[in-house]
């Protein structure tokens, strides 16, 4: 079972729909190609078929993933926990440098937020997940071990 946020439940679902409306785009272009003849050396045709293929398979495991998760807010979690969709403000306890930190499923891939994502299954989100604010984390990682005292939750 995995846990999500709302937010990232929403995104899957509008995902999920985008890739579904667009089914019908492909078919026709597929069709298109097709009736154009010769399909050993139709590159739009291939290029359409594997198009295709790709976008079922993401449909296949988005619909997986909704099948296999739980939105965290449904979730009773004491307040003063790290969980799933919590941003976190730790202090680096070799240099003392502070930074916000959000823990999610699934990186959104964005680099524009204030916050460093990180996700539930790497080593800093297995460490913050289930900690409290006042405790401090060891995280290994492939540079060493570094530790972290918890600051407050935002």
């Given at each position: 079972m995995e846990f999500i946020t709302a937010a990232d439940k929403e995104k899957i679902e509008a995902r999920l729909q985008e890739l579904k409306?667009?089914?019908v785009e492909i078919t026709e272009r597929i069709a298109e190609a097709r009736a154009q003849g010769d399909l050993k050396e139709n590159a739009e045709y291939h290029a359409a078929r594997d198009e295709q293929g790709m976008e079922e398979a993401e449909i296949k495991r988005l619909e997986e993933r909704l099948?296999?998760?739980?939105?965290?807010?449904?979730?009773?979690?004491?307040?003063?926990?790290v969980f799933l969709g919590s941003v976190v403000k730790l202090r680096d306890l070799d240099d003392d440098d502070e930074d916000l930190y959000k823990?999610?499923?699934?990186?959104?891939?964005?680099?524009?937020?204030?916050?460093?994502?990180?996700?539930?299954?790497?080593?800093?989100?297995?460490?913050?997940?289930r900690s409290r604010v006042g405790e401090t984390v060891r995280v290994d990682l492939p540079r060493g071990t570094k530790r972290f005292e918890i600051l407050e939750l935002l």
């Open positions: 409306d667009r089914r099948a296999n998760s739980q939105v965290a807010e449904d979730v009773d979690v004491p307040e003063d926990m823990l999610v499923g699934e990186s959104s891939g964005s680099f524009d937020s204030d916050e460093i994502e990180v996700t539930v299954s790497s080593p800093m989100g297995e460490a913050l997940l």
